[in-house]
């Protein structure tokens, strides 16, 4: 069987472990992704490869790589100019299992704002409780196509678009996490993509340091005419919501600037989120009843929109 040499000396360097440099260039980076995108790579290599990089982590020159591939993979979404607010986009793709699932009530209380919303994920992930199921028991249904996502837009305020047809390429790498047990650096760049052609505010989450200091080195660097802003704060469970135990750093990164406009500050607990058992069917009641004022809004989740909508405004008044 053939292999190529070059994805041979690319698992070299990753799995020697015992080296200090088992980083990849920026080249190679983006030789590897496009190649994954494209199917020029073996099962084989492919499998090794990604079980290596989850062993080693990724590195900023490797992130930076991957991205250059990502920007030219996939069709851009053509969003009509909003006289207000810049779009917001929300990645969704882990759900939840301890936590209340409240990135639904983070989207529906923003397009409230008149802000159209798009948010972007996986419709199933295990038991979890996934935003879109969540929607869909609201009586809201994803996104078809293009067209679809510009006429739920400007008519409901929200889209749900489904990552296999936003990005197809980069789905099958995502799937591969449900046959390998592990999750790869799909996960991680999937979360942070553009959609837009036009800029935009993405709500983007982080798992570890590592990641706000990979993050915050590339989003400092931002052209906000093309990409517009960043909002970044640590995931609860994979999401990018505020935990209703305590509030999170958010850092806003704009016109090349990282400003901390919120930071860490406890707050009484509210019983009503916590004694529910969590299920989908529960989650979509408890959102509606707060969307119709029987139940108040989450103070975090209050911080969370008025930051947001600061954000989209300005983000809109510079473009």
Same mark, same amino acid.
């Given at each position: ?61 490797? @992130?930076?790589?991957? =991205? %250059?591939?990502? +920007?030219?993979? $996939?069709?851009? #979404? /053509?969003?009509?100019?909003? *006289?207000? !607010? ?62 679809? @996502?510009?006429?739920? =837009? %400007?008519?409901? +305020?929200?889209? $749900?678009?489904? #990552? /296999?047809?936003?990005?197809? *390429?980069? !789905? ?148």
């Amino acid at each position: 069987m053939y292999y190529n040499s070059k994805f041979l000396k690319i698992i070299k360097i990753i799995s020697n472990n015992k080296k200090k440099n088992n980083n990849l260039s920026k080249n190679d980076a983006y030789f590897l992704l496009w190649s994954i995108l494209n199917n020029n790579i073996s099962d084989i290599e492919l499998g090794t490869i990604l079980v290596a990089m989850r062993i080693k982590g990724e590195t900023i020159n490797e @992130i930076i790589g991957f =991205l %250059k591939v990502i +920007k030219n993979s $996939f069709k851009k #979404i /053509k969003f009509f100019k909003y *006289k207000k !607010y810049a779009p917001i986009v929300i990645p969704s793709y882990n759900g939840t299992k301890k936590n209340i699932n409240f990135i639904p009530l983070l989207a529906l209380l923003l397009a409230r704002e008149n802000i159209p919303v798009l948010i972007h994920g996986t419709i199933n992930n295990f038991n979890k409780i996934t935003t879109t199921k969540i929607l869909q028991k609201l009586g809201f249904r994803n996104a078809h196509n293009y067209k679809d @996502i510009n006429f739920l =837009l %400007k008519t409901k +305020k929200i889209a $749900f678009f489904s #990552i /296999k047809k936003l990005f197809p *390429k980069i !789905y099958r790498l995502l799937s591969l996490r449900f046959f390998l047990g592990i999750r790869n650096f799909a996960n991680f760049l999937i979360k942070i993509i553009q959609p837009f052609s036009k800029p935009s505010l993405r709500l983007i989450s982080y798992s570890h340091i590592k990641y706000f200091n990979i993050l915050s080195k590339i989003f400092i660097n931002l052209n906000f005419k093309k990409e517009g802003g960043v909002f970044l704060m640590k995931s609860t469970e994979g999401e990018v919501m505020t935990n209703i135990k305590k509030m999170k750093q958010i850092n806003w990164f704009f016109l090349n600037k990282n400003e901390i406009i919120y930071n860490k500050i406890n707050k009484k607990i509210f019983n009503i989120f916590l004694k529910r058992k969590n299920n989908i069917k529960n989650t979509a009641f408890l959102t509606k009843e707060i969307l119709i004022g029987k139940i108040p809004i989450p103070f975090f989740i209050k911080k969370q929109i008025k930051i947001c909508i600061y954000m989209s405004k300005m983000i809109n008044l510079y473009n």
